[in-house]
Nanobody
């Protein structure tokens, strides 16, 4: 599986961005498509994710009500719509394809990462 991310950028607080993650294929071991982020000096954290097979979608508390995931099965693409962005959302965002939703596995596939910067 290969992942191609797009959509990062710089916005002011309160603004919106949409990230895209296009997968080359869907497999059992890449059923979960997740977004992680890592800010400078901080540990990587799970943001949100979904499963192709059953559409289960989960969000971490800091982004609930502001971020939403949508999917385009025909394009094997998952989108992360980020609204009401805050400066603390500034990070490199990574798309990850794996078998377990919400958890990184040794065999997971990572996208190249995209920078999201939110100015105050």
């Amino acid at each position: 599986v290969q992942l191609v991310e797009s959509g990062g950028g710089t916005v002011q607080a309160g603004g919106s961005l949409r990230l895209s993650c296009a997968a080359s294929e869907r497999t059992f071991y890449s059923d979960a498509i997740m977004w992680f982020r890592q800010a400078p000096g901080k540990e990587r954290e799970f943001v949100a994710g979904t499963r192709w097979s059953n559409s289960i979608t989960i969000y971490e508390d800091p982004v609930k009500g502001r971020f939403s995931i949508s999917r385009d099965g025909a394009k094997n693409t998952v989108y992360l719509q980020m609204n009401s962005l805050k400066p603390e959302d500034t990070a490199v965002y990574y798309c990850v394809a794996g078998a377990v939703l919400g958890r990184v596995g040794a065999d997971d596939t990572w996208g190249q990462g995209t920078q999201v910067t939110v100015s105050s």
